[in-house]
């Protein structure tokens, strides 16, 4: 097990992504190691913007249809796990592939138009942008509708964090990069993280995003609002947009098995969701 596979305290995330979101903040460009994926492309939102892997890095195959955007932002940011194999690969190499791997489940086994999530970030830290159109729609302010939260896609974006976390915990180079994905997300859409950010289970009947990744929620949203105060985004309201009273968690009973199917994690989509 290499150090970037070691399972992290989650109050040790703070230091590292203060720093992380200090860098950027100051207009400094963090490198990091040999990629054998091609870069890609920095847009409006470049410094609060952490690296994301485009379709085209990981080959992405081309959907059925394209996805709807709406002209407006989700108001959740849900964590998902993958419900995977905790894999020691941590290559980009790895990353794409265990996206096209889900890419291929969801259209070929489930018969949806794409992959289901709108990101993927794989056990290596390696963020992959998901369900087509979704980068460019993060980017301009916008939401594309995916298949991740049955009955709330319309309002919320999933991420999909690799491995199953019902009794292991995340690695180190995940979670830094969920960090950084969230407070990305929270700045362009103006969202707040202490009431933005929840899991799978806290909207739909499910163990999802496990037992360890949902409890470190708490330090999750704090590590979030403090990377984004380091950076000084400007203009930013303290406490976020107001979440509709229909579109608030209901937090349901967790069930006590987790359906054992490739790539399930719970319910994704509901009778109110478009066909996907």
Same mark, same amino acid.
């Given at each position: 097990?290499?150090?970037?596979?070691?399972?992290?305290?989650?109050?040790?995330?703070?230091?590292?992504?203060? +720093?992380?979101?200090?860098?950027?903040?100051?207009?400094?460009?963090?490198?990091?190691?040999?990629?054998?994926?091609?870069?890609?492309?920095?847009?409006?939102?470049?410094?609060?913007?952490?690296?994301?892997?485009?379709?085209?890095? !990981?080959?992405?195959?081309?959907?059925?249809?394209?996805?709807?955007?709406?002209?407006?932002?989700?108001?959740?940011?849900?964590?998902?796990?993958?419900?995977?194999?905790?894999?020691?690969?941590?290559?980009?190499?790895?990353?794409?592939?265990?996206?096209?791997?889900?890419?291929?489940?969801?259209?070929?086994?489930?018969? !949806?138009?794409?992959?289901?999530?709108? +990101?993927?970030?794989?056990?290596?830290?390696?963020?992959?942008?998901?369900?087509?159109?979704?980068?460019?729609?993060?980017?301009?302010?916008?939401?594309?509708?995916?298949?991740?939260?049955?009955?709330?896609?319309?309002?919320?974006?999933?991420?999909?964090?690799?491995?199953?976390?019902?009794?292991?915990?995340?690695?180190?180079?995940?979670?830094?990069?969920?960090?950084?994905?969230?407070? !990305?997300?929270?700045?362009?859409?103006?969202?707040?993280?202490?009431?933005?950010?929840?899991?799978?289970?806290?909207?739909?009947?499910?163990?999802?995003?496990?037992?360890? +990744?949902?409890?470190?929620?708490?330090? +999750?949203?704090?590590?979030?609002?403090?990377?984004?105060?380091?950076?000084?985004?400007?203009?930013?309201?303290?406490?976020?947009?107001?979440?509709?009273?229909?579109?608030?968690?209901?937090?349901?009973?967790?069930?006590?098995?987790?359906?054992?199917?490739?790539?399930?994690?719970?319910?994704?989509?509901?009778?109110?969701?478009?066909?996907?």
């Amino acid at each position: 097990m290499t150090m970037r596979d070691q399972p992290v305290v989650p109050g040790d995330l703070t230091r590292r992504t203060v +720093l992380r979101g200090a860098a950027l903040a100051s207009g400094g460009v963090l490198v990091g190691g040999a990629s054998d994926l091609g870069r890609g492309t920095r847009a409006a939102h470049a410094a609060a913007e952490p690296h994301i892997y485009t379709r085209a890095n !990981w080959r992405a195959r081309k959907p059925k249809r394209r996805a709807q955007v709406l002209g407006r932002g989700p108001d959740h940011i849900v964590v998902h796990h993958t419900a995977t194999a905790n894999s020691n690969d941590t290559s980009t190499s790895h990353a794409a592939a265990l996206s096209r791997a889900i890419q291929r489940y969801h259209m070929d086994t489930n018969g !949806w138009d794409d992959i289901g999530q709108q +990101l993927t970030i794989s056990r290596g830290g390696h963020i992959m942008a998901g369900r087509n159109t979704s980068l460019a729609a993060i980017r301009g302010g916008n939401h594309t509708v995916g298949a991740q939260t049955a009955n709330h896609n319309t309002h919320t974006i999933g991420i999909e964090n690799e491995g199953t976390y019902s009794s292991a915990t995340p690695p180190d180079a995940l979670l830094e990069a969920l960090v950084d994905t969230c407070a !990305w997300l929270c700045a362009v859409y103006n969202l707040n993280p202490s009431k933005a950010i929840v899991g799978h289970r806290d909207f739909n009947v499910t163990g999802c995003p496990g037992d360890q +990744l949902y409890a470190m929620l708490p330090q +999750l949203r704090s590590d979030v609002r403090t990377l984004m105060r380091a950076r000084q985004t400007a203009g930013q309201p303290e406490d976020g947009m107001e979440v509709p009273e229909e579109h608030r968690p209901t937090y349901p009973a967790r069930p006590m098995d987790e359906r054992h199917t490739e790539f399930f994690h719970g319910p994704a989509l509901g009778e109110n969701d478009p066909v996907t």
